[in-house]
């Protein structure tokens, strides 16, 4: 599959975690990204998904670049920008039930669907 820019990754660290990733440009044989939760930035190396750790993270490996059902896509792509524009409320910290679901369908999904 060939990756555009807005396409969401799905990576981990060495601990495990889950780094569920947006796009944000390719070049050079860099996919650079941005963890969707926390806004740190990943450079993954598009030969090997390897990204380095940084002073703001552990580094992370790609191992699903599956597409999610639109809607999905959408929710992830409007919580992004919720993080991304600091929106935190008490209502909006929130999660809507559309990144509930989300949240518990991308586990299983990345999983079937590795690298």
Known sequence: MRLEIGD???A???QGTSLICLVLKIEQGVIYS???TSQQEYSFDRLTGVS????????????SVEPLPVDMHYALIGL???YR???YSDDKAKLTDD?????????DHYKMNSI
């Open 8 to 10: 969401i990754v799905h």
């Open 12 to 14: 981990h660290n060495d």
């Open 34 to 36: 941005r963890r969707i």
């Open 52 to 63: 380095k750790p940084s002073r703001d993270h552990t580094g992370g490996t790609i191992d």
């Open 80 to 82: 992004d920008r919720k």
């Open 85 to 87: 524009l600091g929106i």
């Open 99 to 107: 990144e509930i679901r989300t949240f518990l369908f991308v586990g």
